[in-house]
């Protein structure tokens, strides 16, 4: 959890460093990037120590530097191949969003689908049986999967990738299912996120207002 915290920050120090370049500056230093992201200077230091990330208590920073350092941290400066099964409306959606995954250097390779009538070899990301699920998987050195199959085929779809020595998947069905020592699975329940966002606002609103 630790690690996947620090994570979300190093795309914060990004995100913030990308602007701050953009408007020109070259260096920053660790009081300036807590303050714009509201975290603690010596948290960010400690961020920084942890992935190797080096500066002067005089000079801070150099922003082009810890750039390309978060870049290769987050593995941005080699194309993560990743792979998608189940090629239904929200899969096909993801298919279809290839240009906003290449900025981040992440690409849908293949789309995977039990029904015949969804396979397309042809397609710009092609689209093949589940039964070339395990070759291609080896044959094209995949760790990533993306899981947008009906929660009934969650599982047992999952089950598979694990078995194919898939590190990292992101499950988009409504079951929740854990990671292990092998594979870490992200649950995102969109239905969920929605209610929670929901009852958040509702709360909000029924605070008394000043
Ligand atoms: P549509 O009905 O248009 O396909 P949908 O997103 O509502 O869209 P779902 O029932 O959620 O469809 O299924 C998503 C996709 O997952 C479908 O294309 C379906 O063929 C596929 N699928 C279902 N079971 C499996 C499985 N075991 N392995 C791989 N793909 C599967």
Redesign the pocket.
């Known amino acids: 959890m630790d690690r996947q915290d620090r994570i979300k920050r190093l795309l914060n120090y990004k995100n913030l460093l990308y602007q701050l370049q953009n408007l020109g500056f070259v260096k920053v230093f660790s009081d300036n990037i807590a303050d714009a992201l509201g975290v603690s200077s010596s948290l960010v230091r400690k961020d920084f120590a942890i992935f190797g990330i080096a500066g002067s208590q005089k000079g801070g920073y150099e922003i082009a530097s810890i750039l390309a350092k978060i870049n290769n941290i987050l593995g941005k400066n080699q194309v993560q191949k990743v792979i998608l099964?189940?090629?239904?409306?929200?899969?096909t959606a993801f298919l279809q969003y290839g240009k906003g995954f290449t900025d981040e250097g992440i690409k849908i390779v293949a789309g995977?689908?039990?029904?015949p009538g969804?396979i397309d070899e042809k397609a710009a990301v092609p689209i093949y049986p589940?039964s070339n699920l395990a070759d291609f998987i080896r044959d094209n050195d995949i760790k990533f999967a993306i899981v947008?199959?009906?929660e009934s085929?969650s599982r047992?779809?999952i089950d598979i990738l694990k078995a194919e020595k898939i590190q990292g998947i992101l499950n988009f069905t409504s079951l929740k299912i854990k990671s292990t020592d092998e594979t870490i699975i992200n649950n995102v329940n969109i239905e969920h996120e929605l209610a929670r966002l929901i009852y958040n606002v509702n709360q909000k609103n029924k605070e008394p207002h000043d």
């Not at 099964?85 to 899969?91: N, P, S």
């Not at 995977?112 to 029904?115: T, V």
């Open positions: 099964i189940g090629v239904g409306r929200l899969g995977f689908d039990i029904d969804k589940m947008t199959v009906p085929a047992q779809v």
